[in-house]
């Protein structure tokens, strides 16, 4: 793998950890601020009304770092966690297309299920849609968790491609111990 290829990677991997840590502070914003908060105009934040620009900036102010300590964030700290050890895989020496490098980014979207089943419903791009014409509600982060909707899809999404990439690569270019001399996936036949 190139070091450009590489690098591009571990840039994309950065961006995934942005977006997964972004929406649990979100989730974690929205749950700290009360449900009769109300912005500039008078609109509150309760169950079923939209969020403006301004109840986001309201909840922001009401967050606090701990809040992403509280146990419902455990899924979340996993997600950033394998993020973190897939760039450490990807940055680490010698070849990335190891059959257990390929395993771990093959086996997220059975650890982050939650995110295949968002982008098979194609309810990913609803929510960020909905999130950037502020049109989502408290009923949005209640409901089924924000980061099952968001992050956990771009995770898995991710490591797919990544996954796709590296199984390329070990089949144009077969190195001694690599994918291709024990088979595509490490799978004897």
Known sequence: ????????????????????????????????????????HGATMEFNDRFSREHYSLAFANLRPWHLLHPKYIYDWVEWAMILVGMWLLRSKGE?????????????????????????????????????????????????????EVAQPAWVLTSAVIGAILYSQSIRSPVSGGVVESGALGIRS
């Open 1 to 40: 793998m190139s070091t450009k290829l590489r690098r591009g990677l571990i840039v994309v991997l950065w961006g995934c950890l942005a977006l997964a840590i972004l929406t649990a502070a979100l989730d974690a914003a929205v749950s700290a601020t009360p449900w009769t908060t109300r912005d500039s």
């Open 96 to 148: 990335p297309q190891s059959r257990k490098v390929l395993w771990f980014f093959l086996v997220q979207s059975g650890l982050f299920f939650p995110g295949v089943l968002s982008l098979l419903f194609l309810q990913w791009p609803e929510v960020l849609m909905h999130l950037y014409a502020c049109r989502l509600t408290r009923e949005d982060f209640v409901d089924v968790p924000f980061t099952w």
